[in-house]
């Protein structure tokens, strides 16, 4: 088989995937032993045929190897489905095979790079003259950003990390809500800022921050680098910190404040209203393989202060080809990565074919659905929802009915384990407040209302209920 003739195939495989998505079942169903045992072995000497390796690899994995979270029916962790224009980008970006780092060896990509980002700073209603950075996801949106709130906290106070390192520096207070996720302690440990001096404030009983609580954490320790994270989207809850005001807060103290909005930053591309006061942060960090439908890997920082943003990340060799400051963007001076990944192209093609109101759109439906989700569930007896759906995050909880050792946790895991034995759907359980959950993520831009009504159905049966 030619080349040609191989992508057709493979490209076949994927369409044909996609397709029975809708109606598949969404839960893997084959066993690790089996998967391991029909593709590994001893490591092959001898070539193979391109043809029957892709055969192979498509015809045993897609054999219940795989979790359809490209289903309209998948409600687990936080993951979108991938919209068509940006699945077709993506397949383009590994057909063109461009290294993206730098501009002069790929103009096309660097260009679309340049305009994606400036379209997302302005669907998000953020400062124009922020800076941006597209990186795998969340973690490192969320790890970017704080390298470069580190370079420019400590400048201030006369220190240049990136020279001098943290040894001798002044300390940094790194601040976040108790809510805060677990990817922010994560980036501060690969940053040398290190989790046990972390301080953490209070959050109201839905998990966003709770402004007076930071002024006061601030007033404790005046005149020091201080770094604040506060988010819009609770992984749980959903809920939604007041960015503005916490923005005041911080600012009010010196302090840099950045928003982890993996989640929930989309939510201002339709109704700004949503997040008031957003465009007074210091950094954003978010993910477009979540509420954005692009296939992984990919997430997105902006910085409004691109000179330590810039700082923090660049760096140079004899050898590349790198543009002069202030002529053209390249990649590296603001990403972690060196090497890369055209991961800009498919959310340009998102951006492009959805327009502000597409991606309003889709924010609007999942959270429609999440509220659906949450009526249908509490209006039958023994099921309580704990939180408040003010995006698209549902916690439910089955109550055991009356008697001795009643166990609401054990009911709780039990209906989630029997969901995902059913495969209708797939959501998985968490812990709120201390107490067992089911959690449900409305995320993908494929679900329907049909989806929602025939998984309330599948949890209700589950629960004994339908
Ligand atoms: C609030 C929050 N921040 C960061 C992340 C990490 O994102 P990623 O998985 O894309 O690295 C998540 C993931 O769910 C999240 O919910």
Redesign the pocket.
């Known amino acids: 088989m030619n080349q040609s003739e191989l992508l057709r195939l493979a490209a076949e495989r994927g369409i044909r995937y996609r397709e029975a998505l809708p109606q598949a079942r969404v839960t893997p169903s084959a066993s690790p032993d089996s998967l391991r045992a029909a593709l590994g072995g001893p490591a092959p000497e001898l070539p193979s045929d391109p043809d029957v390796v892709l055969t192979r690899l498509a015809d045993v994995v897609e054999a219940g190897g795989l979790m359809g979270m490209g289903s309209g029916r998948f409600f687990g962790?936080?993951i979108g489905g991938a919209v068509p224009a940006a699945l077709g980008a993506d397949w383009l970006a590994s057909a063109w095979d461009q290294n993206a780092g730098l501009f002069a060896p790929t103009p096309g990509v660097a260009i679309v790079e340049e305009i994606a980002g400036r379209w997302a700073i302005e669907m998000l209603g953020l400062p124009a003259h922020a800076s941006f950075a597209f990186v795998t996801?969340?973690?490192m949106a969320?790890t970017t950003a704080l390298a470069a709130a580190r370079n420019h906290v400590l400048a201030q106070v006369g220190w240049d990390v990136e020279a001098d390192g943290l040894t001798g520096a002044p300390a940094i207070r790194l601040v976040v809500g108790e809510e805060v996720?677990v990817?922010v302690p994560r980036g501060a440990r690969l940053l040398g800022l290190g989790t046990r001096t972390m301080e953490r404030v209070a959050v109201d009983a839905n998990g966003a921050m709770l402004p007076d609580a930071l002024d006061q954490v601030l007033a404790a320790k005046p005149k020091q680098p201080t770094i604040v994270c506060c988010?819009t989207?609770n992984?749980n809850t959903g809920a939604i910190d007041p960015v503005g005001v916490l923005a005041a807060v911080a600012h009010r103290h010196g302090a840099w404040l950045h928003v982890?909005g993996?989640?929930g930053l989309w939510a201002a591309a339709g109704r700004p209203s949503r997040l008031p006061g957003l465009e007074l942060a210091d950094s954003w960090s978010t993910?477009a393989?979540?509420w954005l439908n692009v296939p992984y890997d990919c997430?997105l920082t902006i910085c409004a202060h691109p000179v330590a943003h810039r700082a923090a990340m660049t760096v140079t060799a004899s050898y590349l080809v790198q543009a002069a400051p202030g002529t053209d963007r390249d990649p590296v001076d603001w990403n972690p990565e060196f090497s890369r990944r055209a991961r800009s192209l498919p959310v340009y093609a998102a951006l492009a074919s959805l327009g502000r109101s597409g991606v309003a759109d889709i924010v609007d439906r999942c959270c429609a659905h999440a509220r659906r989700f949450a009526d249908r569930l509490s209006a039958v007896p023994g099921i309580v929802i704990l939180n408040d759906v003010v995006l698209n995050q549902v916690l439910v909880r089955f109550l055991a009915p009356s008697g001795v050792d009643v166990d609401h946790d054990a009911r709780t895991r039990g209906v989630i384990a029997a969901v995902q034995r059913d495969g209708t759907c797939w959501l998985g359980g968490s812990t709120w407040r201390g107490q067992a959950v089911m959690r449900i993520s409305v995320s993908s831009a494929a679900t329907t209302t049909d989806d929602v009504d025939a998984s309330v159905d599948a949890i209700l049966r589950a629960a004994g209920a339908g």
Request: aromatic content about 6%.
């Open positions: 962790f936080v996801g969340g973690q969320n996720h990817t988010q989207g992984v982890d993996a989640i993910d393989h979540k997430g």
